[in-house]
């Protein structure tokens, strides 16, 4: 096996923000008629030459077009399967042996906070362990891959859902901590399973022991599951699918994604004046997590629709942290930057369902530092959904900041038909929405108060 801490050539990053449109044709064989698919996230995959969501003879044709100089690696750098700096024959064959499912060594991109990089993967992946947290889970149900992951590190905090993880919760962690992985804790698993890889988030502080894992012969595959932007995360599933074998699952998925995202994007061109509006996840005796930079929660406001009140770099000089800062009772700083709205993304609870003082409660411990706001005593402060596709999220969100555009009931609907398309059957759990919602208002924490 390759070592895989290799440096990205410059011409690597073309895919993730800015993929190549990909509009797929599949043939219904049950009727003459065919699903259009239109999907800008593209399969970071050496091989898929020309960018799009899979490999496949068109791929084949662009490595032989360089191989005879009417066509350029330049222009096509994904073209160089094998990634050795040049297109020859040897990227035809391995591409083919791609297309035709032979087993075969890949080289792909991982996503990592401190820059991207390029790995090889014994491939197809058949047998897997993987960090913990809520999102990867996510990422790796909707893959359809759960069944392939023999095991997970998570913390005694931070056991998986019952509801939407019910093959995951009832793993016993690798470890205490749902960002490190022992080769130690690992290795019986490992050994009963026949693994062959490790499924990490991006963040460079999770599996630094990667080096560990790679001597021994584990491949470890880092992708971002908590990306908002639609067509970044679409790639991230499509890897997954990819390396998997589980593209299908994968391609629907990022269709209605991208659908509805677009849908979102339509009706938000059409305000003229955006609110304002912070995102908090939670307090703790330190205050309320207030997120910015470069958090994923601020990303599903703004991406909502919300213009954000607080400037990046006035949360990191105040926490030192990239992603956000603590607003305790005897600070003051929130109180210098004007807001129309607080929008809290909590997790934990959502689908299997509370009852009314587990949701007073969960609204007055999120807002507990909040209460002097404006937004707050307006009544517009609001704790939605956090568990979830992101994308649900994001829906909730412009309900919230754009009533008048989006309505709960649309969000609903959108919800509830996300998991009996896609996830009710990967998960091996049927989620019941009957009395379940998804976003709590000051108003249902004050009627229920005073029933």
Not at 12 to 29: D, K, R
Not at 159 to 184: E, H, N, Q, R, Y
Not at 301 to 313: E, N, V
Not at 315 to 322: L, T
């Amino acid at each position: 096996m390759n070592n895989k801490l290799i440096a990205v050539i410059v011409v690597v990053i073309l895919v993730v923000s800015g993929a190549v449109a990909a509009i797929v044709y599949t043939q219904n064989h049950s009727s003459s008629k065919q699903t259009i698919y239109d999907i800008d996230g593209g399969l970071e995959v050496y091989g898929n030459a020309d960018g799009d969501y899979k490999i496949d003879n068109a791929d084949v044709q662009i490595i032989k077009d360089i191989i005879a100089g009417t066509k350029t690696l330049v222009s096509y750098p994904y073209a160089d399967a094998n990634y050795d700096g040049t297109v020859d024959s040897d990227d035809v064959t391995l591409v083919e042996k791609i297309i035709n499912k032979e087993s075969c060594t890949v080289w792909h991109v991982n996503t990592c906070s401190t820059g991207n990089y390029v790995v090889s993967t014994q491939w197809p992946i058949t047998s897997a362990i993987s960090t913990g947290s809520s999102n990867m889970l996510l990422l790796l149900t909707m893959a359809g891959v759960k069944d392939d992951i023999h095991g997970i590190t998570y913390t005694s905090s931070s056991v998986p859902d019952a509801t939407l993880f019910p093959t995951f919760s009832k793993m016993t962690s690798l470890g205490s901590s749902s960002t490190a992985i022992s080769i130690d804790a690992a290795s019986d698993t490992i050994k009963q399973y026949n693994v062959t890889a490790l499924i990490s988030d991006y963040t460079a502080s999770t599996i630094s022991n990667e080096s560990e894992f790679e001597a021994a012969g584990i491949d470890v595959i880092r992708v971002d599951p908590a990306y908002v932007d639609v067509d970044a995360y679409s790639s991230q599933l499509l890897l997954i699918g990819f390396l998997f074998q589980t593209e299908t699952q994968c391609l629907e998925i990022a269709q209605w994604e991208t659908a509805v995202m677009k849908q979102i994007d339509e009706k938000l061109a059409t305000v003229t004046a955006k609110v304002s509006a912070i995102t908090t996840n939670g307090s703790t005796a330190k205050g309320a997590w207030v997120s910015g930079g470069i958090s994923d929660y601020k990303d599903v406001i703004t991406t909502a629709g919300a213009t954000y009140a607080i400037p990046d770099a006035v949360v990191k000089g105040i926490s030192g942290y990239a992603s956000g800062a603590y607003f305790s009772s005897s600070d003051t700083w929130l109180y210098n930057y004007e807001f129309d709205y607080i929008v809290s993304i909590r997790t934990g609870g959502w689908y299997s369902g509370m009852d009314s003082s587990t949701m007073v409660q969960k609204y007055n411990s999120t807002m507990e530092y909040l209460t002097n706001t404006e937004a707050y005593e307006n009544g517009n402060a609001y704790v939605i959904v956090g568990d979830g596709p992101i994308i649900i999220r994001i829906a909730y969100a412009a309900t919230v900041l754009y009533p008048s555009l989006f309505t709960e009931d649309w969000a609903n609907q959108l919800n509830q038909e996300f998991f009996e398309k896609f996830y009710d059957e990967a998960s091996g759990s049927t989620v019941d929405f009957t009395n379940l919602y998804f976003v709590i208002s000051k108003a249902m924490v004050d009627k229920a108060s005073s029933a």
